[in-house]
């Protein structure tokens, strides 16, 4: 009896073995950001992108900094997700290399290249990243001397790492934020308060010539949830990517049409934002009064939608749909 007990464990524990090897391995977690925080656009000058912003598609701009050779003011967002506007032509100073990379591709025109995912434990999310075998750089932070920062002794206002090169057809960074000042987070809720009703930064749009490859980069930093999209209003395909609450579309050209020209014109690129409002009627009409012109709503990943027609002045194109219709891809179509 003992012996044919012995040879059932023995069976039982070669089955379990089997069954390990045999079944899938789990699909990887994200690795570092929890959701889209925000995006770096460049404008030919920072009155023409604050104009743009404010007077023809309703946002509030608020007031930044002249830094070294930079100069930026902000789109803030609900969630502390923004919109950050840059030109050249701040104090003294060179530019950092990211700043650099995007001049070198935009040559002063107006566009974005650079991204930035959120993440709370910036240090874990880094090592993790550098075990897939990505390259980073150092975490690099806010200056001592931050006038924003919250004092000497205490957490600097941001600390972020770049992926670099970076896997995908935007340049990538992740960033951490301690808990703002008082009077820093009451400037922040004011400055979320839109003429255009915006209150979400929901998705971006990265184009290039290869959507299966940003698709299979994504799915590499543990974001492998990717459901299949076209986006007729710009002639473009690919994949809307969850990330958290927020959605990154990796897309390419789907024939002739607007995403195959600014794929010409520019290369890859973030080629488009999706902001969530709180009344898409009257964001609409806000638009419409700006660029004297009548938008159609079409049914987009989130809902009825439209298009502002800001590639000239932005370098992108701006999406607005009903906030609260953005979460996942779960919606998303072919």
């Avoid at 650079?114 to 897939?132: C, I, M, P, S, V």
């Avoid at 439209?306 to 072919?334: M, N, Y």
Wanted: glycine share 12%.
């Amino acid at each position: 009896m003992r012996s044919l007990t012995s040879l059932a464990a023995a069976v039982l524990a070669l089955s379990l073995s089997a069954f390990a090897l045999a079944a899938p391995a789990p699909a990887p977690r994200p690795v570092a950001g929890e959701r889209l925080d925000h995006a770096l656009l460049w404008g030919r000058s920072l009155d023409q992108i604050s104009a743009a912003m404010s007077v023809k598609l309703g946002f509030q701009v608020a007031p930044g900094r002249a830094q070294d050779g930079l100069s930026n003011r902000y789109v803030r967002l609900d969630d502390e997700r923004f919109i950050e506007l840059l030109a050249l032509g701040g104090r003294d100073g060179a530019l950092d290399p990211g700043a650099q990379a995007d001049q070198a591709a935009l040559h002063g025109g107006a566009g974005a290249r650079n991204f930035g995912l959120r993440t709370e434990a910036l240090d874990a999310a880094r090592a993790a990243l550098l075990t897939q075998g990505l390259s980073a750089t150092p975490v690099f932070s806010a200056a001592a001397d931050d006038p924003d920062g919250t004092g000497p002794g205490t957490a600097p206002r941001w600390s972020l790492f770049a992926l670099d090169p970076s896997p995908l057809s935007g340049r990538l960074f992740f960033i951490h934020y301690p808990p703002a000042r008082a009077d820093i987070a009451a400037d922040r809720r004011i400055a979320r308060e839109h003429p255009n009703g915006a209150r979400e930064l929901s998705a971006l749009w990265l184009l290039s010539a290869d959507a299966e490859a940003d698709r299979a980069q994504l799915a590499r930093l543990g974001y492998p949830h990717a459901v299949p999209v076209r986006l007729a209003q710009i002639g473009a395909r690919g994949y809307c990517v969850a990330v958290g609450p927020t959605r990154l579309l990796a897309l390419q050209p789907d024939g002739d049409g607007p995403a195959a020209e600014a794929l010409r014109r520019g290369g890859a690129q973030i080629a488009g934002l999706s902001i969530g409002v709180g009344d898409l009627a009257r964001a609409q009409r806000r638009v419409e009064r700006g660029y004297e012109r009548a938008l159609t709503r079409y049914a987009g990943l989130a809902g009825a939608s439209f298009l502002a027609p800001t590639q000239d002045d932005l370098g992108l194109w701006i999406e607005f749909h009903e906030r609260g219709k953005s979460a996942g891809c779960g919606g998303a179509g072919g």
